[in-house]
């Protein structure tokens, strides 16, 4: 298995009474595994946990108890946190807000040359030769090498924000929210590059989402998600408009009309692309 999380728990601090501060129990013996290769949506209202159990995947948020094996290892046990160790290369992610996302003062070419340790004013040949090929894995070209930030649309951003997420050629990326803030016909387009990106590079996502038809048409099985605990898993996706708990029945028809299945949304999503 390429990601096992076992049992994780995490308490964050709560302003309390003055004199008082209380633990808030975010994250409550969390355990799954994700699969070379595999699409994991991970589906829940807003302050149940998503983004605390992602980056705890991607090893900045170091659990109070239980453990993250990537490949077997420990990530916040064997190199010590915070340390490098060769699973950094191999873990990535992409976030919903591109813009906090990048150096507004890097060109494309430093934001995507950052995890592979270019230094800021220069590059080499070959450096060079590499961020031109992710540019055109993305989608992107040539022209866009020296724009700065603020000179890029937001799916062109979001396109370097991918590009400097496959740089090191990483096997897991984290995918928090990355189209929310797009425009639905931009959406649909980086979801489009992120499903062909995972078929060439057979990469694994884990994906966090509001959007039940975008997690439809990405995923290969899906977890709803609740105040810290996994309430219910889709194993196989096309039966995501069957879900059996209440809690996930009432999100899917809080967003979608699921009556007719998973079937309908990649319909919904399909219906965008033509
Ligand atoms: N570093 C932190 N310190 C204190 N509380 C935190 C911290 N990070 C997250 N929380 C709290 O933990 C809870 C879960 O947050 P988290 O961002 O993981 O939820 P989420 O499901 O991703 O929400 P959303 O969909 O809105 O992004 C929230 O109540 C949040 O305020």
């Known amino acids: 298995m390429l990601l096992t999380v076992n049992e994780v728990y995490k308490d964050f601090s709560q302003e309390g009474s003055f004199f008082l501060a209380s633990k808030k129990p975010v994250l409550k013996g969390v355990s799954l595994q994700l699969a070379q290769g ?89 450096t060079m030769e590499r961020i031109a090929y992710l540019l055109e894995k993305v989608g992107l070209h040539g022209g866009h090498v020296n724009r700065y930030p603020h000179e890029l649309s937001g799916g062109q951003l979001q396109r370097v924000c991918i590009a400097r997420a496959i740089a090191t050629n990483p096997a897991f990326i984290l995918l928090d929210e990355p189209v929310s803030s797009l425009d639905v016909s931009v959406q649909v387009q980086v979801m489009d590059l992120l499903a062909s990106l995972k078929e060439e590079f057979n990469l694994s996502y884990l994906f966090i989402s509001h959007d039940l038809a975008a997690v439809a048409y990405l995923c290969d099985r899906a977890l709803f998600f609740a105040e810290g605990e996994i309430v219910e898993e ?41």
């Open 234 to 274: 889709v194993p196989r996706i096309m039966e995501l408009g069957r879900v059996k708990a209440a809690y996930s029945r009432k999100l899917l028809h809080s967003v979608l009309d699921f009556s007719e299945g998973a079937a309908d949304c990649h319909c919904r999503l399909a219906g965008v692309t033509e």
């Open 38 to 126: 595999e699409c994991l949506g991970l589906i829940g209202e807003s302050g149940s946990g998503k983004s605390t159990l992602g980056r705890m995947m991607i090893g900045i948020e170091p659990p109070d108890r239980g453990e993250v094996l990537f490949d077997g290892q420990n990530i916040y046990k064997s190199a010590g946190w915070g340390k490098r160790a060769d699973w950094r290369q191999k873990i990535s992610a992409v976030f919903q807000d591109y813009t906090s996302s990048v150096n507004p003062r890097f060109q494309v070419w430093q934001i995507i040359g950052e995890p592979m340790h270019t230094r800021r004013r220069a590059a080499s040949a070959g």
